[in-house]
């Protein structure tokens, strides 16, 4: 049984810090493309960033140079660290990844931004 366990959200000001964390079961994690993505209230559900298991990394526009994307696969763990944070990435941030032929979704974990 895949699952894939988010933690690390919360409220936090505009122009501070968090880093998300997503631990992964049930899959070979080393050899998975991991994902973060986002859904803000009102917003279609959008992709922040990937890591592939060679450890290439992508980012959306909208966070290049404030987000990075990592990955421990001793820990089967992929992790998000979000500096500068905006009011604008207040979202529900939901970890995803690809195994066989499927689709897996955590349960997400909400970051506020806001002073």
């Known amino acids: 049984q895949v699952q894939l366990v988010e933690s690390g959200g919360g409220l936090v000001q505009p122009g501070g810090s968090l880093r998300l964390s997503c631990t992964a079961s049930?899959?070979?994690?080393?050899?998975?493309?991991m994902l973060w993505y986002r859904q803000a209230p009102g917003k279609q559900r959008e992709l922040v960033a990937f890591i592939t298991s060679g450890g290439s990394t992508n980012y959306g526009d909208s966070v290049k140079g404030r987000f990075t994307i990592s990955r421990d696969n001793a820990k089967n763990t992929v992790y998000l660290q979000m500096n500068n944070l905006k009011p604008e990435d207040t979202a529900v941030y939901y970890c995803?990844?690809?195994?066989?032929?499927?689709?897996?979704w955590g349960q997400g974990t909400q970051v506020t931004v806001s002073s």
């Open positions: 049930g899959i070979i994690f080393s050899i998975n493309t």
């Open positions: 995803n990844t690809p195994w066989r032929g499927y689709a897996y």
